[in-house]
């Protein structure tokens, strides 16, 4: 089975900069597209963004030009870079493995992390 384990949280002020990290167990990370979403306080999980496993990436609208995704295939490590952090960026994220598509719409499987939470002070 795979297991994925999210690190790397924590307090930030606004403005400031965080870095997630996901590792992977299995041996079929290198199959599977990688994706990390984030649920902040009363709402509903949302994609935040998407990796294939070629290196194609998908982000919401929320976070472009403010984050970036990418995977080390050698680590069985996906990465979560986040710049310019807002309050509204406050949420428990998790990373998944799933399907991206060839126009850029990211299908989750079954199996996720338990959460890493970030907090974003104003």
């Known amino acids: 089975q795979v297991q994925l384990v999210e690190s790397g949280g924590g307090l930030v002020q606004s403005g400031g900069s965080l870095r997630l990290s996901c590792a992977a167990s299995g041996n079929r990370f290198r199959s599977n597209a990688m994706g990390w979403y984030r649920q902040p306080p009363g709402k509903q999980r949302e994609l935040v963004a998407a990796?294939?496993?070629?290196?194609?990436?998908n982000y919401g609208d929320s976070v472009k030009g403010r984050f970036t995704i990418s995977r080390d295939n050698a680590k069985n490590t996906v990465y979560l870079q986040m710049n310019s952090l807002k309050p509204e960026d406050t949420a428990v994220y998790y990373c998944n493995a799933g399907r991206l598509s060839d126009t850029g719409t990211y299908a989750p499987y079954s199996y996720w992390g338990q959460g890493t939470q970030v907090t974003v002070s104003s």
């Open positions: 990796i294939s496993t070629a290196g194609k990436t």
